[in-house]
């Protein structure tokens, strides 16, 4: 038998695909773009250039690797939004590292089964969120790491994992904080990342998503550069994003709603990303649409309705709104008139994806 090659359809745009990997691709927007706005996160007060960003993810990839993470090996994140994960996102592109997101709303059941169905060997954990402790949670499911020596961790019910990574400030037992991972780095893990740069391949996995699991035990949907580089691109095609956008971000981070559709997509044109809370809260929405000037806005049907329907919400200017996405559910016709006659949102996308797709399916 014959050796078997890959095979790419490209259906009738007259844009060829990216070749790209997301390092690639973020590195040419911070190289276009230095001085330019790149992430607002309203509940951090977080403000960073392009040029900013770009340490950031830089301290962080050259952290990991100073851990001794390999590229190939899968490192989960534990959160709800915030300008951490966004650095994550690209600091564990850069590294080859693949990203494992696990949903911030996870009981202690589903969160063994994520972690052990795909072979973590890191964990970047939030403390808490919402209802949910995620320390006392870890601390059910492997008492063994209070005990360890962080970066030694061996959990019966985690045997893969060794790494436990806070984004708390304060240093937990067996556990490293997201701080002193990014000053870790040194010339040696720098010069590795320079190298990384050159060998890493746009075929490579590089994030794993859990669909939802309606069907039975959520499945780990291993995606490439390739896939949601163009999937990100091409979206930002749609909506006809740019340099001059600023788009809102409501939606999950560990749902490729937001880490491609949001964040990726941002990064593939260049437009400013706005993180208006940690999880969806329609008048923060409303808030930062209205004191960040954005011109687009992401979310299910349940979103939107919750934000024209909220009682304050003739008192925001929303005027400069154009475009965005709209998925997740159907959009009935009157909501779509009222998103476009109350909310600007002339050239709004209605997308249909799955998971496994990355998400859209075009």
Known sequence: MGTLDRSYVHGTS??????????GLFDRTVARRPGGEALVVCHQNV?????DLSREVDDLAAGLLALGLEPGERIGIWSPNNAEWVVTQFATAKAGLILVNVNPAYRLAELEYALN?????????????????????????APEIASAEPGRVRAARLPDLRFVITLDAEPRAGMLT??????RGGSDERKRLEELATTLQFD???????????????????????????????????MELSEDDRLCIPVPMYHCFGMVLGTLTSVAHGATMVFPAEGFDALEVLKAVSAERCTALHGVPTMFIAELDHPAFAGFDLS????????????????MKRLIGEMHLEQITIAYGMTETGPLSF
């Open 47 to 51: 403000r960073w250039s392009w040029a």
């Open 320 to 335: 400069t709104l154009r475009t965005g996405i709209i998925a997740g559910a159907p959009c009935a016709v009157e909501l």
């Open 117 to 141: 169905k795909v072979n973590c060997r890191a964990l970047i954990t939030a403390t808490r969120f919402k209802s949910s402790d995620y320390m006392e949670m870890l601390d059910d499911l």
């Open 178 to 183: 997201y701080d002193d991972v990014k000053g």
């Open 204 to 238: 490579d996995p590089i994030n794993i998503q859990f669909t939802s699991g309606t069907t039975g035990a959520p499945k780990a949907s291993t995606l490439t550069h390739h896939n949601i580089v163009n999937n990100a691109f091409f979206a930002g095609q749609i």
């Open 14 to 23: 007259a844009i060829p695909l990216s070749g790209d990997t997301i390092g």
